[in-house]
């Protein structure tokens, strides 16, 4: 990961994550080296610091990134380091078992605007907005008969 990015490790250090074994890296990728400044200028902060996480779970390993500027990486560095040391194994059947909502294409039947067709279709409220933006609309948009529409549903 650090070559296909083309990082420039800085420190690493192995680390258990909830019982998993991984490494911890903070890496620099750095301009590359026709468009450096002159040597002596060369101390300054890198153009994107990265800390990566990678976690074993079995055979199966997990690469975690939290990349900022190289000047900002200290403001964003305890909240990349708090996510990756709080991975946990994802257990819960019902998160496991969830099945993708699927867009659908729906025929109004009547002139009616695109809030009265969502509602029609069964769309939860705290969803009109959201259609509406699906579908390129204001809420308040007027729609002919046999206007064609997305829906989301599972």
């Known amino acids: 990961m650090v070559q296909q990015f083309k990082l420039q490790p800085v420190e690493s250090k192995q680390v258990t994550v909830n019982s998993f ?70 257990t819960d059947a019902d998160k496991l078992n969830r099945q993708p909502e699927r867009i659908r294409i729906k025929s109004v039947t009547s002139a009616t605007t695109l809030s009265q067709a969502m509602t029609r279709f069964q769309v939860p409220n705290d969803r009109l907005e959201e259609m509406a933006i699906l579908n390129g609309m204001q809420l308040t948009d007027r729609l002919t008969a046999g206007t064609l529409i997305k829906v989301v549903a599972k």
């Open 21 to 90: 074994p991984a490494i911890a890296i903070v890496a620099d990728q750095v301009a590359d080296q026709q468009q450096q400044q002159p040597q002596q200028q060369q101390q300054q902060a890198p153009a994107v610091r990265t800390l990566i996480y990678l976690i074993q779970d079995g055979k199966t390993i997990y690469a975690m990134i939290g990349a900022s500027s190289g000047p900002d990486f200290a403001t964003y560095f305890p909240t990349f380091s708090s996510s990756m040391q709080n991975f946990r194994r994802l």
